[in-house]
Each structure stands twice: as C-alpha cells, then as structure tokens.
Nanobody, 116 residues
Framework: QVQLVESGGGVVEPGGSLMLSCAAS????????MAWYRQTPGKRREVVAR???????EYADSVEGRFTISRSSFKDMVYLKMNSLEAGDTAVYYC??????????WGQGTQVTVSS
C-alpha cells in the first residue's frame, strides 16, 4: 500500500507561481510512475504531468513550458512547480502513483485557485 499526501495549494494571482508537493509513504519502493492530475467541477480528471523511475517526464500541452514535475531520488516525494499560472489552471490537483504491481494510488487533492 502507498499513501499520498499533497500540500502547497492556495490562491495566486494570474502570472504567479506555486509549488505543489506530494509525500509518499508505505511501499514507496514499489512505485513506478508518479503524476499530477487536476479536475474541475463537471469535467473529467486530466493528467497534467507524469514522471517515471528513470526521470522521464511528460506534460499536457496546456502546461508545457510552464509546469515542471520533479521527483526525489528516494521516490518518496514528487513536486509540481507551476509558473505563469492562468485562470484556466484553477482546479483540484491530485497526486497519483502507480506501482509495479499495477495498483493505483491517489492523494486527497489540493485546491489551486488562480484569481485576481
């Protein structure tokens, strides 16, 4: 089992920056991929960025060049640095991990609001 806890959400003005953190505990050695998703009311949860064990990262087109995902070498932390935030980035952001046993784990979510 893996437990994920996000932190770092909040309210920021357009053009501002935020850093989200996700702490993993439990069977962290089994984690293969970690990612950040986001969801707004009435819409499906969408992937924002993902990173694998080799450090390869991928981004949604909407955040490419503005967001950066990173991961600790011990695989117990994953971060999302968000720059040049826009109103369209407002959402609940969820940390996600998948294990080598094909189990999926989710955090409880953290709200990010971009507003002037």
């Amino acid at each position: 089992q893996v437990q994920l806890v996000e932190s770092g959400g909040g309210v920021v003005e357009p053009g501002g920056s935020l850093m989200l953190s996700c702490a993993a505990s439990g069977s962290v050695s089994s984690i293969n991929v970690m990612a950040w998703y986001r969801q707004t009311p009435g819409k499906r949860r969408e992937v924002v960025a993902r990173i694998d064990n080799r450090g390869n990262s991928e981004y949604a087109d909407s955040v490419e060049g503005r967001f950066t995902i990173s991961r600790s070498s011990f695989k117990d932390m994953v971060y999302l640095k968000m720059n040049s935030l826009e109103a369209g980035d407002t959402a609940v952001y969820y940390c996600y991990a998948s294990s080598i046993n094909f189990n999926d784990y989710w955090g409880q979510g953290t709200q990010v609001t971009v507003s002037s």
